[in-house]
C-alpha cells in the first residue's frame, strides 16, 4: 500500500495513476459517445427540450446577458432553438471557438442568422471576430458524475478555458441522464460544473 500512497490524490504529471485514468476515460467515452449515436433522433429532441426547459429556470434572467453555448456536434443535445429564444428574451449567445490545441477556447457572439465557418474538427463557429466573456457556460457532456465532474472528448478545452477566466461564469454541464458514472476519477486541472441538466 505504501508504494501506491504517494500517487492516490492523482499527482499529474507522468503519474501511473493519471496513465490509468487517461485509459479508462478514452474507453469510458468510446462507450458512451458510442451508446449516444444509437438514440433515436426523436428522443434526443424531446431530451434537448427538456434541457432547454431545465436551463430557462436555472438561469431565469437572461436579459444583457452573454449566454455560452455551442453549436452540435456526435449527438450532443441541440440547444439552437433555445438559442433563438434567449436572443428574444435580450440575451447574446456566444459560440466557443478553438483558436490552437492546448490553448483556452475563444467565445464569439452568435446572433441567428450571422455566418458561421468550419473550424476544429469541422464544427462551425462564428466567422465575426469579436471575443467576449460569457456570463454563463454551458458545457456539452459525453459523462458526468455525482460531484458535477464532467467527462468532455479528452481536449481538456473546458477546464483550460476556465482556469483562464478571471471573472468566473456559472458553469452547467449538459447532456443525456444515462451518461452517468459513479465517478470520472477527477484529476487536479478537472472544474467541477456549479450544475449538471440532464434529460
Ligand atoms: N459542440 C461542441 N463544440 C465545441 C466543443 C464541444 O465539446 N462541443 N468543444 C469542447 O471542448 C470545443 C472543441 N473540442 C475539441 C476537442 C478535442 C479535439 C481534438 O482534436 N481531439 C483529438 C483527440 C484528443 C485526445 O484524446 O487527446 C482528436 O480528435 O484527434 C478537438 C476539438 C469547442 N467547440
Ligand atoms: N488548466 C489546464 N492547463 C493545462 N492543461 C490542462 C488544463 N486543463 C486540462 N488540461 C489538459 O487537457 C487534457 C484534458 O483531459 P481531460 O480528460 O480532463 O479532458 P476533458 O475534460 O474530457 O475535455 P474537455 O474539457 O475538452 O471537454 C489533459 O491532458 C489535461 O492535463
Redesign the pocket.
Known amino acids: 500500500m505504501h508504494e501506491l500512497a504517494p500517487d492516490c490524490g492523482g499527482k499529474h504529471n507522468g503519474s501511473d495513476v493519471w496513465l490509468d485514468v487517461q485509459r479508462w476515460r ?1 474507453a469510458e467515452r468510446k462507450r458512451l459517445l458510442a451508446s449516444r449515436l444509437l438514440r433515436p433522433q426523436a428522443h434526443r429532441q424531446n431530451s434537448s427540450d427538456a434541457i432547454a426547459k431545465q436551463l430557462d429556470l436555472d438561469i431565469k434572467q437572461f436579459a444583457g446577458k452573454v449566454i455560452g453555448s ?4 456526435r449527438g ?1 443535445p441541440d440547444l439552437r432553438n433555445w438559442g433563438i429564444e434567449v436572443a428574444e428574451r435580450g440575451g447574446r449567445i456566444a459560440l ?3 483558436i490552437e ?1 492546448g490553448q483556452p ?1 475563444e467565445y464569439r457572439i452568435w446572433t441567428p442568422g450571422d455566418p458561421l465557418e468550419r473550424g ?2 469541422n ?1 462551425l463557429v462564428p466567422t465575426r471576430r469579436a471575443a467576449v466573456q460569457p456570463d454563463v457556460v454551458i458545457a ?1 457532456l459525453v459523462g458526468f458524475d455525482p460531484q458535477n465532474y464532467r467527462l ?4 481538456g ?2 477546464d483550460r478555458t476556465l482556469a483562464s477566466m478571471t471573472e468566473k461564469p456559472r458553469t452547467i454541464g449538459v447532456g443525456y441522464a444515462d451518461s452517468e458514472l459513479s465517478t470520472i476519477y477527477p484529476q487536479p486541472h478537472d472544474i467541477p460544473m456549479d450544475a449538471i441538466v440532464t434529460s
Open positions: 478514452k455551442y453549436w452540435p456536434i450532443e466557443p471557438v478553438v490545441k477556447l476544429v474538427w464544427i456539452p468532455g472528448y479528452g481536449g478545452y473546458f
